[in-house]
């Protein structure tokens, strides 16, 4: 099993649309949580930072931890064509030395 | 991405031959990473550097090797490339706690 968990899609929905990309993860140690954006054929960028447990909003995307349940999820509000990608959560621990741990990915497509 | 820059973007090369692929950085940083990207399998760590000359293994580091001689640049060799090695690579800088930026990828054909 995987230390991370994410459902590769690809998940089509139509523009306006809300949608909902979730990670499931195994080491209760993990206490920074993030979602990467990657487009085509470009490398991943850092599009949401949490630390620990909570919600984190910015403009139409807000992140979810819950750390009880091992769960993260990424909501994104009014769905554009531009949301159109490869979304990767990743996670790490409290410690300079350790790499983050990804998902594989999830392809997300936004229908006009 | 300004902060990475990763050369070549394509390369096409024949199977046995080395390969190098270098990625630069303008940042600083202490830590920086190797991964190749394939469909089905995400991002797989190749070698990690956390300071100069300072280096160790990823989880699919057969067949290559890296080098670190200045803090800017870091090097992944193919030592003799092989078909399954043809993949996207990307470079990233950062550590666990304040996340990775990735430079541009480059896109590697070995026929």
């Known amino acids: 099993q995987k230390e991370v968990e994410q459902d590769p899609g690809p998940l089509s929905v139509p523009e306006g649309a809300i949608v909902s990309l979730n990670c499931t993860y195994s080491?209760?140690?993990?206490?920074?949580f993030m979602w990467y954006r990657q487009y085509s054929r470009k490398g991943p960028e850092l599009l949401m930072y949490?630390?620990?447990?909570g919600n984190k909003e910015d403009g139409r995307f807000t992140a979810q931890v819950d750390k009880s349940s091992k769960y993260i999820s990424l909501f994104i509000r009014d769905s554009q064509p531009s949301d159109s990608a490869t979304y990767l959560c990743?996670?790490?621990?409290?410690?300079?030395?350790?790499?983050?741990?990804f998902g594989g990915g999830t392809r997300l497509m936004v229908k006009p | 991405d300004a902060g990475i820059t990763q050369s070549p973007r394509h390369k096409v090369t024949e199977t046995g031959t080395p390969v190098t692929l270098r990625c630069h950085q303008t940042?600083?940083?202490?830590?920086m990473y190797w991964y190749r990207q394939d469909p089905g399998h995400g991002l797989r760590l190749i070698h990690y550097?956390?300071?100069?000359?300072?280096?160790d293994k990823g989880e699919v580091s057969d067949g290559y090797s890296v080098s670190r001689s200045k803090t800017e640049d870091f090097l992944l060799t193919l030592e003799s490339a092989t078909s399954s090695q043809t993949s996207v690579y990307f470079c990233?800088?950062?550590?666990?706690?304040?996340?990775?930026?990735f430079g541009s990828g480059t896109r590697l054909t070995v026929v």
């Open positions: 990743a996670m790490g621990v409290n410690n300079a030395g350790n790499m983050l741990t």
């Open positions: 550097s956390y300071g100069v000359k300072d280096t």
């Open positions: 940042e600083n940083h202490r830590y």
């Open positions: 080491n209760s140690a993990f206490q920074y």
């Open positions: 949490t630390y620990s447990s």
């Open positions: 990233a800088t950062g550590t666990g706690n304040y996340g990775y930026t």
